[in-house]
């Protein structure tokens, strides 16, 4: 007679709306709060689980190796300090800890990497930008020359959106 399966087989085979996993780019602009909300309600009401993606650019030249190394810890730091910040952030919210992912290089082409190794990612959430005459450049690549290589579905919420009106979309 053969073994029952695991938990994680059953789960593997039988995806749930739990394992929807909405991934937030953590970029320094303003509309970063509103796509985080924005995956924080899908997930809360939904059910699914937000992750954290932030790029760390690597250094540039720097004369000396050891102050580069010490450069890219810095960054590093700073990257764990505001993703253990926004973590506690979308707990309140969701109820779950999110899934923290730092990486280094290009943004978009860390984004892209991302999207196409990890399986358990189900969306991308971008919020628009009000300024730059409305075009960000992350979603014009990701729309544009790059959209053959998205893997998952993106959701593009406005960047004006308040608190209202996300409960109300969401």
Known sequence: MP???TEEAVAAREPAKRDRVFLVVVDDSPERAVALKYACLRARKGGGRVALLRVIEP????????VGAMMQE???????????ALAAEVQEITGGYPILLIREGDPREELLALLEEDPRISVLVLASGAGLGGKDPLITALTGRYASRLTVPMTIVPGT???KELDRVT
Do not use: M, Q, T
């Open 3 to 5: 073994a029952e399966p």
């Open 59 to 66: 250094v540039g030249l720097v004369e000396w190796a050891g």
């Open 74 to 84: 810095e960054r590093r730091a700073e990257a764990e300090k505001l993703l253990s």
């Open 161 to 163: 959106l308040d608190d």
